[in-house]
């Protein structure tokens, strides 16, 4: 099971940024999941909220008065890639506004780099396992009524082949039915110690998590 860090590891620096990101990796997890928007100014930045803590739409405003607004650095997207080539990322497009942007910055790089795309807005994924080769997830936060529905667009694309289920809608007869046409499937928004080694039992393949002390790893990076 891939462990992936829910927005960096957050205890001792702000989500969504090089320091977060930095700590998760050295208390163990394979991987990183984080936020793409883009600012006014046409910079993919990682951040998760629509608004700034000023309750201004982050799509009005420059990364630098974003960054103004949240009290640090926001990152972009390209300084994320260029400080970790070596980690598995698990990319969140918020909003379709930030796909193209990002697309470029991630064709650019190459297969080299480790990618999971996803994103609530399926057709933003659709494009990308269209047009990129990197590996790309349906986010789903509700229990379809029909899952072969629900992956039925999938099936021409080689690249989509991951469904990011919400705790909340973790079923094992879905599970099942996803891994039988072939997807892999991750999870997130487990809380508990419990929830998280129901994950393992179940056997998905990632799990998405804010808790390294329910999987095993540790709660605080060693001190450098």
Avoid at 73 to 96: G, H, M, R, Y
Wanted: charged share 20%.
């Amino acid at each position: 099971m891939r462990l992936i860090a829910h927005r960096g590891l957050s205890r001792g620096a702000p989500e969504n940024t090089l320091a977060a990101f930095a700590a998760a990796l050295s208390a163990g997890f394979h991987g990183i999941e984080t936020d793409l928007r883009l600012c006014a100014d046409g910079e993919v930045v990682l951040f998760h909220d629509r608004l700034s803590p000023l309750g201004e739409p982050v799509a009005s405003l420059t990364r630098r008065q974003l960054s103004q607004a949240a009290g640090y650095l926001v990152p972009t997207l390209s300084e994320a890639l260029e400080a970790f080539p070596d980690t598995f990322w698990n990319l969140e497009i918020k909003t379709p506004a930030a796909a193209p942007a990002a697309f470029a910055e991630i064709a650019a790089r190459g297969i080299e780099q480790q990618v999971l795309i996803t994103s609530f807005r399926h057709e933003v994924v659709l494009m990308a396992a269209e047009h990129l080769d990197a590996e790309c997830g349906f986010l789903i936060a509700h229990r379809p009524p029909a899952l072969n529905t629900l992956l039925y667009p999938a099936m021409p694309l080689p690249r989509l082949r991951t469904v990011v289920w919400d705790y909340e809608a973790l079923d094992p007869y879905l599970l099942n039915q996803a891994n039988a046409l072939g997807f892999r499937n991750f999870v997130y928004g487990a809380l508990t110690e419990y929830e998280h080694a129901l994950c393992r039992e179940f056997g998905v393949h990632g799990l998405i998590t804010d808790y390294p002390d329910f999987v095993g790893l540790k709660s605080e990076p060693p001190l450098q």
